[in-house]
C-alpha cells in the first residue's frame, strides 16, 4: 500500500478509525535522529494499537522565516515520505507552510493544525528541541502544557549523538557539499541517495567511451561534490535488497572534456553499470553514492577519458569489494 499523502490531519479521517500518534519536524534526510524520533512512535502505537503518522511541513520554514532561499534539500518531499514508509508510517501530513502559519501562536498552531474535533489523537512524538509557533516559543513544555487539556501524551525524544557529534540534517548537507560521504551515510544510516527519471542523453559515453550509462534527472537539491564514485542503483526503490541491487560507478559534473563553447554547460548524473542489459528509459531508480573516486577533470581527448573510465572501473570494484 502506497503511503496516504494529505494536506491536514481532518483529511484522514476517512482512512483511520482508531487513535492516532503524531511525529512532528521536518525529517530532512530522515537520518538517524528522525529514525530514533519515528522508531518511539511506531513502538508506543504498536503498544496501544494506534496508528502512527508523521506530521511535515512544505517548504523549509526557514525560506519563509529568513525571507531567503531554503537550505537545499537531502531528500525531495516524494523520497522523504518513501523513506517513512519504509520506517512504518503510512500516512504522512504535510502541511503547506507560509507566513501565516509562521504567525500563529503556538496554541493556535496546535489548535489549528494538530487538534481534532473528535480527540482522535493520543500522543505527540518531537525532538526535545522542537520549537512551533511565533518566534519558536512552543517546546516540550508548552505541548505537555496543553496535553493536560487535551488528553494526549507528548513524547520527547533526545537528540542523537554519534562519535561524540551530534546527528543534524545540517551537518550532513555540509559533509555532502564537501564529499564526506561516510560521515554523511553514518548519519543517515544508509549511503546518501538520489532518487531521478532515466532520460536520454547525447549518447557520447556509448558511441565514443564505449561505457554506456544512464542519466539519471535527479530530484535531489543537493549533490556531493563534481567527480567520479563507486556506488549502486536500485530499478525497485522499494525492495532495495541484493538481487534488486546493480553496482557502477556514478558521475556527477558537466562533462568538460566535451564542452561545446557555443553552449552552456549542462549538470549531469550518470551511472554505469557494471554488469547490465536492460532498457530502463522513463523508468525512476535510486542511486546511492558509496565511496569517492576522483574529481571532475577535463582530459585532452576522448582516448584518455576512455583510459581513465577503465582504471575507474578497476577502483570502483575493489570499493565495492565484487
Known amino acids: ?57 512544505f517548504p523549509h520554514p526557514r525560506s519563509i522565516l529568513t525571507h531567503q532561499k531554503s537550505p537545499l534539500m537531502l531528500t525531495s518531499l516524494e523520497h522523504k515520505i518513501e523513506i517513512l514508509q519504509k520506517l512504518g508510517i503510512n500516512a504522512v501530513v504535510v502541511l503547506p507552510f507560509s507566513q501565516k502559519m509562521a504567525d500563529l501562536s503556538p496554541e493556535d498552531f496546535l489548535k489549528k493544525h494538530l487538534m481534532t474535533d473528535d480527540e482522535k489523537i493520543s500522543a505527540i512524538c518531537v525532538g526535545s528541541n522542537w520549537r512551533f509557533g511565533k518566534n519558536g516559543k512552543g517546546n516540550i513544555e508548552t505541548l505537555k502544557t496543553i496535553s493536560k487539556h487535551h488528553n494526549f501524551d507528548v513524547l520527547p525524544v533526545s537528540e542523537l549523538m554519534l562519535e561524540g557529534k551530534k546527528v543534524s540534517s545540517t551537518i550532513i548537507r555540509k559533509k555532502i557539499v564537501t564529499g564526506e560521504l561516510s560521515v554523511a551515510n553514518k548519519m543517515l544510516g544508509r549511503p546518501f541517495s538520489v532518487i531521478g527519471q532515466v532520460i536520454s542523453g547525447k549518447h557520447i559515453a556509448t558511441s565514443v567511451l564505449n561505457c554506456p550509462t544512464a542519466n539519471i534527472l535527479g530530484t535531489n537539491e543537493i549533490f556531493p561534490p563534481r567527480g567520479v564514485y563507486a556506488g549502486n542503483a536500485f530499478l525497485n526503490k522499494q525492495s532495495q535488497n541484493e538481487t534488486n541491487k546493480y553496482p557502477g560507478i556514478i558521475y556527477v559534473g558537466d562533462v568538460p572534456t566535451f564542452s561545446d563553447p557555443q553552449h552552456p554547460p549542462i549538470f549531469r548524473l550518470e551511472i554505469h553499470f557494471f554488469d547490465f542489459n536492460q532498457n530502463i528509459y522513463g523508468k525512476e531508480i535510486e542511486v546511492e553514492f558509496i565511496k569517492y573516486i576522483r574529481p571532475e577533470m577535463k582530459f585532452a581527448d576522448s582516448a584518455k577519458l576512455k583510459k581513465q573510465i577503465q582504471s575507474d572501473i578497476s577502483e570502483a570494484k575493489r570499493l565495492l569489494k565484487l
Request: glycine share 8%.
Open 1 to 57: 500500500m502506497n503511503c496516504i499523502t494529505v494536506n491536514q490531519i481532518s483529511d484522514l479521517k476517512s482512512f483511520y478509525s482508531k487513535k492516532i500518534g503524531i511525529a512532528c519536524g521536518i525529517f530532512d534526510g530522515v537520518h538517524l535522529g528522525h529514525q530514533k524520533i519515528v522508531k518511539k512512535l511506531t513502538n508506543y502505537c504498536k503498544k496501544n494499537n494506534f496508528e502512527p503518522i508523521v506530521l511535515t511541513m
